[in-house]
C-alpha cells in the first residue's frame, strides 16, 4: 500500500481528485468505482471545479456506485443515488445512463446483484475504486465478519454504521437496517484502490487496515492483498500509524523521483531508467 499523508482534510481531497482526474485525462473512457458518505464530499466538489473551470471531461467516464440503502427511492434524501446526483453527477458532463447506482427498491435482489456484477464486467472493470472505511473498518457495507470474497448482496448494517450514519437521517430508528452492497472481492477486482480517509475518528480503522492482520473483523484489511492501493489520509486519520516515517520517507523519495524525471523530460533525456 502507497500511505500518502497530507497535513488537513482539503488538502487530503484535493490529491484524492486530482489522483482521480489524472486518470479521466490519461483514460477518457475510464470506468470509476464511487463511494458515498461525508468523506469523499469535498472531492466531489474539486472534481466538479475541475470540470467547470478546466474543462475535466467526464462525457465518455462510466460510474458504479459501491452501494445503497435497501427500501429507498432515488428520490430520498438520504439515498445514495440521490447523494451523488447532488454532490457530483449534476455538477459534471457525465450522460446519466452512464451512471449505476445499485436499486434500493430492486424486487429481487438476488439478480440485481448479479446484473450489477455483470454490468461492471461488461464496461471493462472498475479502473478506479475511490473508498471511504467505516469506525469498524468496513468498505462499502462490508460489515465486520463479510467474506473477503464476497459479491454484491445484501448486508444488514452493523449497530455501529446505524449509528453512524443516524446524524444524516435525524434519529436512529430511520436509519435502514439493510443495504445492498458489493462484495470485499468485487472491490478487489478493481484495477486500482483509493482509500481515503478523514479525522482521527478513522485513526483505529486506518492502523488496523494498513498495519494489522488481515482479517474478516476489519473488511479493509483486504485491500493488503491488493496490489495498487493508495491510502490519503490526513493527520487525524493518520496519528495510529506505527510507521508514519517511512511513509513520509517514501513520499518525499517518490517526489524527487519525479522531479528528476519531469527534468529529464524536459531536457528531452528519456526517462530515468
Ligand atoms: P463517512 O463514512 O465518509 O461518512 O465517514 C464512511 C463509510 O462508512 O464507509
Not at 462499502?140 to 444524516?168: C, M, Y
Not at 479525522?199 to 488496523?208: L, T
Not at 519525479?258 to 530515468?272: D, H, L
Request: glycine share 6%; net charge negative.
Amino acid at each position: 500500500m502507497r500511505v500518502i499523508i497530507h497535513p488537513d482534510p482539503q488538502s487530503a481531497s484535493i490529491r484524492a481528485a486530482n489522483w482521480i482526474a489524472e486518470l479521466v485525462r490519461r483514460k477518457p473512457a475510464c470506468v470509476l468505482g464511487l463511494a458515498t458518505g461525508s468523506t469523499p464530499i469535498a472531492t466531489y466538489r474539486e472534481l466538479a471545479r475541475l470540470h467547470q473551470e478546466e474543462g475535466l471531461d467526464f462525457s465518455r467516464v462510466t460510474t458504479f456506485n459501491l452501494d445503497e440503502y435497501v427500501g429507498l427511492p432515488p428520490t430520498h434524501p438520504q439515498s445514495y443515488r440521490y447523494f451523488m446526483d447532488e454532490n457530483l453527477f449534476r455538477e459534471i458532463d457525465i450522460p446519466p445512463q452512464n451512471t449505476n447506482v445499485p436499486d434500493g427498491r430492486a424486487l429481487d435482489f438476488e439478480r440485481h446483484c448479479e446484473a450489477y456484477e455483470r454490468q461492471i464486467k461488461a464496461a471493462g472493470n472498475i479502473d478506479l475504486q475511490l473508498l471511504g472505511i467505516g469506525v469498524d473498518g468496513h468498505i462499502a457495507f462490508n460489515e465486520p465478519g463479510s467474506s473477503l470474497g464476497s459479491r454484491t448482496r445484501i448486508k444488514t448494517l452493523a449497530w455501529q454504521t446505524v449509528q453512524d450514519n443516524a446524524r444524516f437521517f435525524g434519529s436512529e430508528a430511520d436509519v435502514p437496517r439493510m443495504a445492498i452492497t458489493m462484495g470485499v472481492g468485487t472491490i478487489l477486482d478493481s484495477r486500482q484502490c483509493l482509500l481515503l480517509a478523514l479525522g482521527s475518528s478513522k485513526a483505529d480503522a486506518i492502523a488496523a487496515t494498513v498495519e494489522g492482520p488481515v482479517t474478516a473483523q476489519v473488511t479493509a484489511s483486504a485491500l493488503q492483498l491488493h496490489r495498487d492501493v493508495v491510502v490519503i489520509l490526513d493527520e487525524g486519520a493518520a496519528s495510529q500509524l506505527k510507521r508514519r516515517e517511512y511513509y513520509v520517507n517514501v513520499e518525499s523519495v517518490q517526489r524527487e523521483l519525479e522531479n528528476v524525471r519531469s527534468a529529464n523530460q524536459k531536457n528531452n533525456q528519456g526517462p530515468v531508467g
